[in-house]
């Protein structure tokens, strides 16, 4: 116990020491109470309990509320990989990254000391494949988005540390355990809290580094060997978490432009970042409750915000988990509808949605599961969840700092600080079919090579009031290569809903069943299949699409 505990005492160090050497970063040390923030953070992160066993149990179902030693609901475990498996230190941020040549699926794992990958497309026998080291020492804060086969790593509280990106095609052929080093260290900022990524533009936001006022540094990757500085947003001053999209929700005047939305500290401040050179803030609204706007994601719809506040719970008397909903039908003045508030005590971190779920990290409470259907009207309710932590349910930071929703596979990977790598599997049931009827659309439309989109028309008539917030796109295209394809669903009033972006993925054809929250649109009317073919050599046809409402 003394080695492991000197070991975190020597983080603590690095980080203080850093801390007086570092402009903006983490929480803020450029003032007082964000010196001690982070202090307070740093030490909590040392309790008696720190180093308890886990249980290791790979495949156990959740029956009766427990899988193996862990509490649940309508989560199964598959598997733990413990830290000291895969490189040591302590738990952080996590990503995931898909083989697009053999859909393979990994997980990017960040450490204190490090970035470990594994392999997940065993889920319950994951293979450690290696460790990229710290760019420079180590550090409680690290994290990692994935853009075109790369990871993209930053690290809080260490001067040199940069981006450093990592091809992770070089997993491959990986057999037995690698020390890595980077493809590509990006040395324009030093120490960074976090990372965005915008898949579709190509752009990297780093977050709350030594430059840009603390505010995104935005970063050229669309060469991601190559990342080149594409400016600032530092009108707002410190941003803790971002979300950057090709905005296509209800604010027309907006859509079709590159749409950051901050978590700022004491603010929600939603920027336009179109034009790199002449960034715009669009809004910054405070609201009621706020102690530290740290993260938060937009409803696929991109209609709703939900924000997690990191301390409003420790600092608060209700130590309930809250989550903090917004209404952006007006970009310009988004409008604080209301708080859901967890049955669980416990500090909320990192959440991120896919279809009608919001998927929360919430230390103590471990992986806490939202349904958000009734977001319109402020209602979350909890569909699931998976405790990494057992020893206990308070305000304090322990347990699950971030997790993964996002694999084809439905496994959801999540990021313990003393736990390491959990691997797990939701179990929510099969979706009611929405009322109404299926509206069908089976005349054929040509798709160019690299051409222009072309649509195909469905009129919806007899279905009363607005669609469903599981609104099922059933669509069949003929292609000889995917990958080269962008759909988007295109409702009456012009909100489009993307369905599908453009990638490497060869395989022939798309034959699926596509789910949108489409609850802020009226059922009836003309709704549109759009489909653009942006890459050459293949040519292919819509054979037929349908809505089931």
Aim: proline share 5%; glycine share 10%; net charge negative.
């Amino acid at each position: 116990m003394k080695s492991l505990r000197m070991g975190a005492l020597a983080v603590l160090t690095v980080s203080v020491v850093a801390l007086s050497m570092t402009g903006a970063s983490a929480h803020d040390p450029n003032t007082a109470e964000g010196q001690a923030a982070a202090r307070a953070f740093l030490a909590d992160h040392l309790p008696a309990d720190r180093h308890a066993v886990l249980g290791q149990a790979a495949g156990v179902p959740c029956v009766n509320g427990k899988a193996d030693i862990y509490p649940c609901k309508n989560v199964d475990l598959l598997s733990v990989l413990p830290l000291s498996a895969m490189g040591g230190g302590n738990g952080n941020d996590i990503w995931g990254w898909t083989d697009p040549s053999s859909g393979k699926e990994y997980a990017v794992v960040g450490r204190t000391n490090g970035t470990a990958f594994v392999d997940v497309s065993t889920p319950t026998a994951p293979k450690f494949l290696g460790n990229l080291p710290s760019n420079g020492g180590s550090s409680t804060w690290r994290d990692m988005k994935v853009y075109k086969d790369h990871a993209f790593i930053v690290a809080d509280f260490i001067t040199g540390h940069g981006m450093q990106v990592f091809d992770l095609t070089r997993l491959r052929t990986i057999t037995t355990p690698q020390t890595f080093t980077a493809d590509a260290l990006y040395k324009e900022f030093g120490p960074a809290h976090n990372i965005a990524i915008n898949e579709e533009t190509g752009y990297a936001y780093a977050i709350g580094s030594n430059t840009c006022s603390g505010g995104p540094h935005m970063v050229d990757i669309r060469t991601p060997k190559s990342p080149k500085n594409a400016g600032c947003v530092s009108q707002d001053g410190y941003t803790h978490d971002n979300q950057c999209v090709v905005y296509r929700g209800p604010d027309a005047t907006y859509r079709g432009r590159e749409i950051c939305f901050n978590s700022n500290e004491d603010t929600l401040t939603i920027v336009d970042v179109t034009d790199k050179a002449r960034p715009v803030q669009i809004s910054r609204k405070a609201y009621s409750g706020a102690q530290y706007s740290h993260q938060g994601w937009l409803t696929e719809d991109q209609r709703y915000f939900l924000l997690d506040d990191e301390l409003d719970e420790s600092r608060g008397t209700d130590k309930r988990t809250k989550t903090y909903i917004w209404d952006l039908a007006s970009l310009a003045n988004p409008v604080h509808t209301g708080v859901y508030n967890s049955p669980a005590t416990a500090i909320d971190h990192n959440q991120y949605i896919k279809g009608k779920y919001s998927y929360q990290a919430n230390y103590q409470a471990g992986l806490r599961i939202l349904d958000v259907s009734g977001v319109a009207s402020a209602q979350l309710t909890e569909a699931g969840f998976f405790d990494i932590y057992p020893a206990a349910n308070e305000a304090k930071f322990n347990g699950a700092w971030s997790n993964y929703p996002y694999f084809a596979s439905g496994i959801v990977l999540v990021n313990g600080i003393e736990q390491g790598l959990v691997v797990v599997k939701p179990n929510l049931g099969a979706v009611e079919p929405p009322p109404g009827g299926k509206f069908e659309n089976t005349a054929d439309v040509q798709i160019p090579d690299r051409g222009a989109a072309v649509t195909s028309s469905v009129s919806v008539s007899g279905v009363p009031g607005k669609a469903p917030a599981a609104l099922k796109v059933n669509v069949d295209i003929k292609h000889p290569y995917r990958g080269d394809l962008v759909i988007d669903l295109v409702a009456p009033d012009g909100t489009s809903f993307r369905l599908k972006g453009s990638s490497s993925d060869s395989g022939d054809n798309v034959l699926t069943t596509y789910e949108v929250n489409a609850s802020a649109e009226d059922a009836a009317g003309s709704w549109q299949l759009k489909v653009q073919d942006v890459a050459s050599a293949d040519v292919g046809y819509i054979d037929a699409w349908s809505l089931q409402f």
